[in-house]
């Protein structure tokens, strides 16, 4: 590119130098209308006017005066620019074209270095969104991990929960005492001092909690000391000083951190030994971690007892009603005793012989209409009466001349009223134990609902 720069300079010198050339010859002559020589016309070169870009339009004849002159031409312009401007305007042409190529190749690599840069965008963005997939990916697999070791963790506990009720229940369960005869259970309900009973705990287990957070202070007694000894005083005065001003900042520190719940105030103390308290404060979590125990006991017992409840009046219950219904039937009668009972009474007559004499008379009119019924009513009455007799004959034994009617009759009495009795009696202790089942299932709901506000389950 620098050499066709110089050479295009070079042409574009000598022609300049050459127009200046044409141009003073054609003003020093002046203009003639001669016809040139043999009919010929000089012309200038195409390329002079193409090579600065305007149309330069010159007479023939001047041509013809500029050819006819006697001017020379120089020796050094004969031949060397002609051929210097030949060879420039084709090199000039040459990086023109190889100009247009290379301008098309770079909009072609412009055009592929655009759409590279597209899909590299494009490439880009699919890569991060494949990133937060995968980011989403593996927190929900560590969460699905997560949620499968509390699966694992929740079935270990189930299962020691379990062993732990297995072993309760295999324990032996001490024996309840049954209510004495007369009396009732009131049932005092505790719930209502229960829920303000614990709140207050909770309440002062709390501002406990914060006091024994502070940081502690340094002993205050060695100051104290030293300042009052200071004072113009002997030395019983200074420990009765001490003492006193120790004394009243225990009751103020006191006053402080005592907490004022609903429950009945306690006289307080002057003397308080610290380890006396914090032994009685270790009993009391002792006996309060031991009534919880009981208490989840009393709550597995409670549901073991509401089964058993439950299996009594749906499997045991009807059993014992069917029982008390066979022996109702025969106490009252309705098996053989019952038979021969109404058998007897059927046998006797009507009492001071009364009979329908009116019916009588119907029936026995010779154009009664229900005579033929009668008779066959009759027939069946008679068939009747044959077969029980039968039936008395064959069953009962015969009567020995050694026994006697009314003692059998008094035995028979006896054994009834016997029965009697025992059945009122066993009607008796079945309507208490339904009535005891009913009251241990109240207390029973009861202790299940203190414990639960004891668990803090409610």
Same mark, same amino acid.
């Given at each position: ?42 012309t200038l070169p195409s390329w002079v006017g193409s090579l600065f870009g305007v149309d330069i339009a010159i007479d023939n004849v001047y041509l013809y005066s500029l050819s006819d002159s006697n001017l020379k031409q120089p020796s050094g312009l004969a031949s ?37 840069? !597209? ?42 929960? !379990? ?41 002062? !287990? ?27 005083? *002997? ?39 610290? *380890? ?69 009474t059927f046998s006797e007559p009507p009492p001071n012989g009364q009979h329908n004499t009116a019916a009588l008379a119907e029936v026995c009119h010779p154009n009664s209409t229900t005579l033929y019924n009668t008779i066959d009513r009759v027939k069946r009455s ?7 007799? *039968? ?51 109240? *207390? ?15």
């Open positions: 590119m620098l050499k066709e720069r110089d050479d295009l300079n070079m042409a574009r010198t000598a022609s300049s130098r050459y127009m200046e050339l044409i141009h003073s010859t054609i003003q020093e002559r002046p203009r003639t209308h001669a016809t040139p020589r043999n009919g010929q016309f000089a060397s620019p002609r051929s210097a401007l030949q060879k420039a305007t084709s090199r000039l042409k040459a990086g023109r074209t190889s100009e247009v190529a290379i301008r098309s190749q770079l909009k072609e690599q412009s055009n592929l270095l655009n759409q590279a840069n !597209r899909e590299v965008k494009a490439l880009r963005a699919e890569l991060d969104q494949k990133r937060r997939v995968a980011l989403l990916l593996e927190t929900l697999a560590r969460k699905e991990d997560i949620r499968f070791q509390r699966f694992s963790e929740i079935r270990v506990l189930i299962d020691e929960l !379990r062993k732990s009720a297995a072993n309760v229940y295999a324990q032996e369960l001490p024996s309840v005492p049954n209510e004495p005869e007369g009396v009732t259970a009131t049932g005092v309900d505790g719930s209502s001092y229960l829920q303000d009973t614990l709140t207050t705990l909770h309440a002062h !287990r709390i501002h406990t909690l914060r006091l024994s957070r502070q940081p502690p202070a340094p002993d205050p007694v060695p100051s104290l000391r030293i300042a009052v000894a200071k004072q113009p005083e *002997d030395g019983p005065s200074v420990q009765r000083m001490v003492d006193q001003l120790v004394d009243r900042a225990r009751r103020k520190a006191q006053a402080q951190s005592s907490h004022h719940s609903i429950l009945s105030p306690r006289t307080p103390e002057h003397d308080v030994d610290i *380890d006396e308290l914090s032994s009685a404060v270790r009993n009391q979590h002792k006996e309060l971690h031991e009534l919880s125990d009981l208490s989840i006991l009393l709550i597995h017992l409670s549901q073991n007892y509401i089964r058993s409840i439950r299996a009594f009046t749906t499997e045991t219950l009807p059993v014992i009603s069917n029982t008390l219904d066979e022996s109702r039937r025969l106490a009252e009668g309705e098996t053989y005793i019952g038979v021969l009972k109404n058998t007897v008679v068939t009747q009466c044959q077969q029980r007799a *039968d039936f008395i004959a064959n069953t009962l034994k015969a009567p020995e001349d050694d026994i006697e009617l009314p003692a059998l009759v008094a035995k028979h009495e006896e054994s009834t009223s016997k029965a009697d009795e025992y059945a009122s009696t066993l009607l008796e202790r079945k309507a208490k134990k339904v009535e005891q089942a009913e009251r241990l299932v109240r *207390d029973v709901q009861r202790y299940i609902k203190d414990g639960r506000l004891l668990a803090g389950i409610e």
